[in-house]
């Protein structure tokens, strides 16, 4: 686990939930599609109502990052905001409902736009809806 989610982690998000400019972090725990393990990575998150958005940029890299890879082959992620630990289920934004969604993004990180000028595939923006279910306990 990077320095940065192990920080977010033991501190409830009190250190690490704004990282470089102000831009909001979440972690985000997927299960590694090949290891069957948890995978933790920080994320940059904006919102679309009730539901949390992070993009899969890898910073403009040509391949999807690996996180991407795992919430594709099992949607069902763990997101941790702050101290609000709580189970979700990923998709990645339709054709139709991105733009709106992209643009959210940008405007919380503008180098989205600098990534996606970079590559020719079409950076995923993913959904994160919060599962009905009780919040995550224990996660730690």
């Not at 949390?52 to 910073?59: C, E, N, P, Q, T």
């Not at 969604?101 to 994160?128: H, N």
Request: with cysteine.
């Amino acid at each position: 686990m990077s320095d940065h989610v192990r920080r977010y982690v033991e501190s409830d998000g009190a250190d690490g939930h704004f990282w470089r400019k102000g831009a909001p972090t979440l972690v985000l725990t997927t299960i590694g599609r090949q290891s069957g393990q948890p995978r933790s990575t920080a994320l940059i998150y904006g919102r679309d109502g009730d539901r949390v958005l992070v993009v899969a940029s890898r910073a403009g890299a040509q391949l999807h990052p690996w996180w991407y890879l795992n919430l594709q082959a099992n949607p069902r992620v763990t997101v941790q905001i702050l101290a609000d630990r709580f189970s979700a289920t990923a998709t990645t934004a339709s054709l139709e409902e991105r733009p709106p969604l992209w643009d959210t993004m940008c405007t919380l990180w503008p180098s989205f736009v600098v990534y996606q000028g970079k590559v020719a595939r079409e950076i995923p923006v993913v959904i994160l809806t919060r599962d009905p279910s009780p919040e995550v306990t224990g996660s730690r």
